[in-house]
């Protein structure tokens, strides 16, 4: 089964600083997808950003990109120029594609919570 | 844009009552998924569907039930709720099992 760990239960950053959170992650599949979602204090669940395992190049919204490792299962989360409002709980999660028998669910993480000091 | 609508938004329960929480997919999404966040807790996946068949189950106690009608809505239907049943549920929609999925709000329910 695969597993996600983030090492890191709690983070601070200075706001306009940058910071990042890790992710790393346990699975036998070639195929899979990763994500970053935000849990803000109202708990709403809300996608940062996505990674295809295929794709080499790292993906970036705006001031959040990804430093994604495959050969050592990494996926790191960078936010530039932090903002009061980026503080969240972040969870990394994986998915593997159902076309490859795999399950459609989300494995999540235990979380980061990111607290963004003025 | 729309996004995913559940409701209630927020349930008090007593134990050995029975809860009904409602997802309201984004439009045109046809796979809907549900999960199980316990307080302090990461979501734990509950079930899914996809074009109004079941298309996997997790960790879903027998008491608890789900389907996903014509419209594309689906409802969990609990019973013989514990207290250790008390969580945020969220549901969550996909454009297709294959797609990104895009959680609504979530509904807090408390067992007394």
């Known amino acids: 089964a695969q597993t996600v760990t983030q090492s890191q239960p709690e983070m601070s950053v200075q706001e306009a600083e940058t910071v990042t959170l890790s992710c790393t992650y346990d699975?036998?599949?070639?195929?899979?997808?990763l994500f970053w979602y935000k849990q803000p204090p109202s708990r709403q669940m809300i996608l940062v950003i996505r990674?295809?395992?295929?794709?080499?190049q790292n993906a970036t919204e705006n001031r959040f990109s990804v430093n994604f490792q495959k050969a050592a299962k990494s996926f790191s989360l960078k936010i530039s120029d932090s903002q009061l409002g980026d503080a969240a709980m972040y969870f990394c999660?994986?998915?593997?594609?159902?076309?490859?028998?795999?399950?459609?669910?989300?494995?999540f993480g235990k979380g980061t919570k990111l607290t963004v000091n003025p | 844009a729309a996004g995913v609508i559940q409701s209630p938004r927020h349930l008090i329960k007593e134990k050995r009552e029975t809860a009904t929480l409602k997802c309201y997919p984004i439009?045109?999404?046809?796979?809907v998924y549900w999960y199980q966040q316990g307080p302090g807790q990461d979501p734990q996946f509950l079930i899914s569907?996809?074009?109004?068949?079941?298309?996997d189950k997790g960790s879903i106690p027998d008491r608890f039930s789900a389907q996903q009608f014509s419209d594309y809505h689906s409802e969990l239907n609990m019973s013989s709720l514990e207290l250790g049943d008390s969580a945020l549920y969220f549901c969550?929609?996909?454009?297709?099992?294959?797609?990104?999925?895009?959680f609504g709000p979530g509904t807090r329910l408390l067992v007394l």
């Open positions: 699975t036998s599949e070639s195929d899979y997808y």
């Open positions: 439009p045109r999404h046809d796979t």
């Open positions: 990674q295809e395992a295929y794709k080499q």
């Open positions: 569907f996809y074009e109004k068949m079941q298309s």
């Open positions: 999660a994986y998915r593997s594609p159902p076309a490859q028998g795999g399950s459609e669910k989300l494995v």
């Open positions: 969550a929609s996909s454009l297709g099992p294959l797609q990104t999925q895009y």
